[in-house]
């Protein structure tokens, strides 16, 4: 049973097939009313049928419906234990947004969802993968960061950090402009590739042309099976769940700034003296443009 299971359906939905889609759609929407139904009634809810249920266990990796439900009712009671609901006020910190919920409801449900978005994704991130790219990124002359989209941020940022920390660091959110300097690294050299669903079209050429000129690839993504992580040679998931009002740009964003920060700290911490004195120097760069606080 793997440890997260909404996690891993979240992860994989992308690549499921339409008809398994809405089963996955379906049980992210309430994963404690999908454990309490049978396998005839969640086909039926699905629209689906009983073969494609079976067919979404194999996609998990489960051996079948018996595996899928008893996990579904054990995440149901991890949810209900950390969803933090405040009853008083009625909130379902769980649920998506809906166009009738308050403003309170908005920032309450937004909180959350970052929230475990960094919590999820800390938690199953994979120290080996990731020491792998502190080790890439040390050893490299050069490191370009390439993300579209609302994953433009996430890479903007990585790029910044590194620099921060003496690193020879671009990030590219323009795909031709990433396209020629992905043309230009060297063996040795690291392309870091910032995607949520590892499907964009650019994301993979830059990719693509990183990895024929032998540099070392690496993917921040959601999803362990797109085009963009089966080009990398190094994979670090991230964990967010996505809605109809949050796609794409809100609690994927923290998960994916979570990775750069793990990164960020984990090279600072291997030359600890250093960066706390690169660090201050930098600090002190710019201390003449801080507004001094008024005495009294």
């Not at 969640?42 to 009983?50: E, H, Q």
């Not at 090279?267 to 690169?278: G, P």
Request: glycine share 6%; net charge neutral; proline share 3%.
């Amino acid at each position: 049973m793997p440890d997260d299971l909404l996690a891993l359906i979240r992860s994989r939905r992308e690549q499921l097939p339409r008809a398994e889609r809405s089963i996955a759609d379906l049980i992210l929407t309430a994963p404690a009313a999908a454990a309490e139904r049978t396998i005839s009634d969640l086909a039926r809810d699905a629209g689906s049928s009983v073969a494609t249920v079976h067919r979404f266990c194999r996609s998990l990796d489960l051996r079948g419906y018996a595996q899928l439900r008893l996990g579904l009712a054990a995440e149901a009671e991890r949810l209900r234990a950390h969803a933090r609901d405040d009853s008083r006020a009625g909130l379902d910190l769980v649920a998506d947004i809906g166009p009738d919920d308050s403003l309170e409801q908005v920032v309450r449900k937004t909180g959350y969802a970052n929230a475990r978005a960094a919590e999820e994704t800390a938690a199953h991130l994979d120290l080996d993968a990731l020491a792998a790219l502190a080790d890439a990124v040390q050893a490299a002359r050069r490191t370009l960061v390439v993300g579209v989209g609302s994953s433009a941020l996430a890479a903007q940022d990585a790029a910044d950090k590194l620099l921060r920390l003496g690193y020879g660091a671009v990030a590219r959110s323009d795909v031709h402009a990433a396209l020629m300097d992905a043309a230009l690294l060297r063996t040795g050299d690291v392309l870091i590739a910032v995607s949520h669903s590892g499907r964009p079209r650019e994301t993979t050429e830059v990719l693509d042309q990183a990895r024929d000129r032998g540099a070392t690839t690496a993917a921040i993504t959601s999803s362990p099976r797109s085009p963009a992580a089966a080009r990398a040679d190094i994979v670090l998931l991230t964990a967010a769940r996505e809605t109809t009002v949050r796609s794409g740009g809100t609690a994927s964003r923290t998960a994916q700034l979570t990775v750069v920060d793990c990164l960020y700290v984990a090279l600072a911490q291997r030359e600890h003296d250093r960066t706390v004195e690169d660090l201050q120097r930098a600090h002190d760069a710019v201390r003449r443009h801080t507004l001094r606080r008024p005495r009294g």
